[in-house]
């Protein structure tokens, strides 16, 4: 079984370029996470980025550029071994 994934990167900021850049591209995507105080960690692989979400710029509030990544494969480890 697979995965969603949602991302929440700073409007105007490099790493949300760097993600738009793949988005646009169609790139093949790979994850991996690791929660250092807890152990815990996750791999997604054959990853692909679904939707680059709505950008709420006017009025008082901005909202954060929001990126949603799919994978096929999630492998995720809890605790340490």
């Not at 807890?38 to 950008?55: K, L, Q, R, S, Y």
Request: cysteine-free; charged content about 10%.
């Amino acid at each position: 079984p697979g995965r969603t994934v949602n991302i929440y990167l700073n409007p105007g900021s490099q790493d949300s370029a760097y993600v738009q850049g793949l988005f646009n591209s169609n790139a093949d995507i790979t994850l991996s996470w690791t929660q250092i105080g807890t152990f815990e960690a996750a791999i997604g692989t054959e990853g692909v980025i679904t939707n680059a979400a709505a950008m709420n710029r006017a009025g008082t509030t901005i909202s954060d550029d929001q990126f949603t990544f799919e994978f096929n494969s999630w492998t995720a480890t809890k605790g340490s071994n």
